[in-house]
Every structure is written in C-alpha cells, then in structure tokens.
C-alpha cells in the first residue's frame, strides 16, 4: 500500500508473524493509511485457526514520525491486543526512536532493535 510520503508493504515471517515495512514519513496524512495497513496485517496474521495475531512493524525505513504516527500506533496496539494479540515496533533509526522514548509509546508497545529480534517467541 502506498500514500503519499508513506510505503507500507506486508509479508508472512515465521510463527505466523506478519511484518509491516514502513517507508517514508508517517504524519498526519499518512497515518490513517499506516492504521489500515497493520489492521489488514493482523487480519492476516491471525486468519490461520483463530490464533491471535502477531504483527511486527518494521520502521527501518521510516523517516519522520509526527504525533498522528504514534497515535495510529496506539489504536492498531489497542486493537491487536483486544484480539489478544501483540504488536510490536523494530528498527526504529534514532530521530524516531528517540520520539518513541520522549513520549513513552516504548513503555506501552515493545519496540526491538531489529526486526528478528522482536519475531523470536
């Protein structure tokens, strides 16, 4: 899926992880996008059987963030978990990192160096 400033692609990892790879800027005509895309992704994720969905968003490649970025975050976090779920944030490069520490989303979903370290069980 693609919006402006935003790239958001989707592919199957191991344990029946989905992991989202954001591209570009997530701000506040992004973010709905970014939303609609972890969304499908945890759709996926827990299609097989009923298993709770696990979905990985990998921020590599994530330039900007602005508060509408972490409030997407938030809801997807709070509906993941409500289907009793986990979502998790990796690979965030440090002026976004260091937004995920300054506001305590990292206290509230659990944010990884990398994107292996936050599929491993």
Do not use: K
Not at 43 to 71: H, I, K, Q
Not at 88 to 103: D, H, K, P, S
């Amino acid at each position: 899926m693609t919006d402006e400033g935003v790239a958001i692609t989707r592919r199957s990892a191991a344990g029946g992880v989905v992991v989202a790879e954001v591209r570009g800027e997530i701000d506040l005509t992004s973010a709905y996008a970014l939303e609609e895309a972890l969304t499908a992704a945890a759709a996926e994720s827990g299609d097989d059987g009923g298993a709770a969905p696990r979905v990985v968003v990998d921020l590599t490649e994530v330039t900007f963030m602005d508060s509408s970025g972490l409030n997407a975050l938030l809801r997807t976090h709070r509906a993941v978990q409500a289907r009793g779920g986990t979502l998790a944030l990796a690979g965030a490069q440090q002026t976004v990192a260091r937004l995920l520490e300054m506001t305590g989303l990292e206290e509230v979903i659990p944010v990884f160096p990398g994107v292996d370290e936050a599929i491993e069980p």
